[in-house]
């Protein structure tokens, strides 16, 4: 079945930088658009970034410039670098899988058919 397992999570001061992996199995990872997502305490969930199979990028405006979603076939894992990161990036973040029924490059939910369990990122001033 599919499975998909975030980690590299953790508590970092501000201006500081995460790499967040997520691994896949029971499935093509290639063939697939893959996002991440984040929910901060108390708002709703946001798409931050997906990398289309053929490596198309797009990204939330409050993310751009900072980080960079990437992704290796060769061993099924997405990966999201962090740079600079600010107290309102705190959140769980989510590894996705967009089904292809959606419109992966907005950012959306709508056609995400599989979600990891999430890595919390907490960022202190």
């Known amino acids: 079945q599919v499975q998909l397992a975030e980690s590299g999570g953790g508590s970092v001061q501000a201006g500081g930088t995460l790499r967040l992996s997520c691994a896949a199995s029971g499935y093509t990872f290639s063939i697939y658009c893959m996002m991440w997502f984040r929910q901060a305490p108390g708002k709703e969930r946001e798409g931050v970034a997906a990398?289309?199979?053929?490596?198309?990028?797009r990204y939330a405006d409050s993310v751009k410039g900072r980080f960079t979603i990437s992704k290796d076939n060769a061993k099924n894992t997405l990966y999201l670098q962090m740079n600079n990161l600010q107290p309102e990036d705190t959140g769980m973040y989510y590894c996705?899988?967009?089904?292809?029924?959606?419109?992966?490059?907005?950012?959306?939910?709508?056609?995400?058919?599989?979600w990891g369990e999430g890595t919390l990122v907490t960022i202190s001033s």
């Open positions: 990398i289309d199979s053929d490596g198309t990028t």
């Open positions: 996705a899988r967009e089904s292809g029924l959606g419109d992966c490059l907005r950012l959306g939910d709508y056609g995400v058919d599989a």
